[in-house]
């Protein structure tokens, strides 16, 4: 069941679109901003607003990388494979995240902070290797070791 405040939100945001299926990654970012990851029982609650069904609905979240279907940390970190990155020190840098925070890709740190995902081409190749801790793109991490500045941002 959505909340008043999910519902007042999605109805504004899919003001702008002819269809309400349209606006249902915006309605999906809506609920994951308000629960942190989209549950199954938001899905659903957001595929009976959008009068879709749930795998119709689901096929759009589990496309979207911005988009989470299991719980994740205070923090997300995306890394990106992309084949610029991949070039420029990406082994290195999921290296040193991996070893660093004591976690694998798609895993959460045990204090709930982060977690590390992978993710395709963030549009800032020319800065490889790259990553996106929230909504935030970091380029440039060579050395990997530059990237400690960035952890002490996200607590
Ligand atoms: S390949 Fe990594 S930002 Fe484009």
């Excluded at 990406?90 to 004591?102: A, F, H, N, V």
């Excluded at 902070?113 to 990553?131: D, N, S």
Aim: charge should be negative.
């Amino acid at each position: 069941m959505l909340s008043d405040a999910e519902r007042r939100e999605i109805e504004e945001d899919i003001k702008a679109y002819a269809d309400r299926k349209m606006g249902c990654v915006g309605a999906l970012k809506i609920v994951q901003r308000h629960r942190g990851w989209v549950t199954d029982e938001a899905l659903k609650a957001v595929a009976d607003h959008l009068q879709m069904t749930p795998d119709e609905l689901d096929s759009v979240a589990t496309f979207y990388p911005l988009l989470f279907r299991r719980p994740v940390g205070r923090h997300v970190i995306l890394i990106c494979d992309s084949v610029s990155c991949y070039n420029v020190g990406y082994e290195d840098l999921l290296g040193y995240l991996t070893k660093r925070l004591g976690i694998g890709l798609g895993q959460t740190t045990e204090d709930g902070r982060f977690t590390l995902l992978p993710v395709a081409c963030l549009g800032v190749c020319e800065t490889a290797p790259a990553i996106m801790i929230d909504s935030d793109v970091h380029g440039g991490l060579e050395p990997p070791e530059k990237v400690e500045e960035l952890l002490k941002l996200y607590e």
